[in-house]
């Protein structure tokens, strides 16, 4: 959007002229002005002169007493250089043999405090060692002996009172034979004869194959498969199948 015209002409206002104009200082300026400030020292010091004190040079500074002054000794002609009170003179080889006496006995006795604290500590885990095999009891010497069997006593079988197993006979055998026969497939082939034989053991075995029995050598009708066997085959119990 453009500006309204002003008929009115603005006020003309004299140019602005500059104060002060910066240059370059020529190279003997520096010179000069140096020489202007001597001058100005020469005559500030042309103003004044030099007044002595009297008595000043015989008294001595407020801050310096006098039992705190001392003579130097005196230096011999020969040595024109005299040697500072804080640096101890040089020492001759005696000085050398005791540094070199100190030190060997000071590494002696770090060697000899090392040895008793490794002896310290070997004694303590002997100690200790001998502590805890004091506490530890032996073991019984009856443990080390393999147990002794003992002697089953005459006439018991090691599977239980009444057990069966093949040879035998009896009606015993007959009640067991005719058991196997309500369980199916076990004794297929089987008659009640009262002869433990070998086509019954195989029964025996496969009845306790079949059901899990583990009580009893295999074959062998002892207590735990009589218990099964009585438990399928009573007229109360479970099914033979």
Known sequence: ???????????????????????????????????????????LDEGYEVVAVPGAEDAAPPWVAEDDTQELPP????????VPRDRPAA???AH????????????AAAVVAALGGFSAALLLTWDRDTDDAARTPPPAAASSAPPASVPAPPGADPDGPGTLREGDRGPAV???QERLLRIPDVYEQGAPSGVYDATLTAAVARFQLWYGI???????????????????????????A
């Open 1 to 43: 959007m453009s500006t309204p015209f002003d008929p009115e002409e603005p006020t003309r206002r004299s140019a602005l002229e500059p104060t002060h104009v910066l240059r370059r200082r020529q190279p003997g300026s520096l010179a000069d002005l140096l020489r202007q400030v001597q001058e100005k020292e020469r005559d």
């Open 75 to 82: 230096v011999a002609e020969g040595d024109a250089r005299p």
């Open 174 to 176: 007959s009640d067991l």
């Open 96 to 107: 050398g043999r005791s540094t070199f006496f100190r030190n060997t006995a000071l590494g």
């Open 214 to 240: 583990r009580g009893d050598e295999t074959g062998v009708y002892g207590n735990d498969t009589r218990t099964d066997l009585e438990s399928r085959t009573a007229p109360g119990g479970p099914p033979g």
């Open 91 to 93: 020492k001759g080889p």
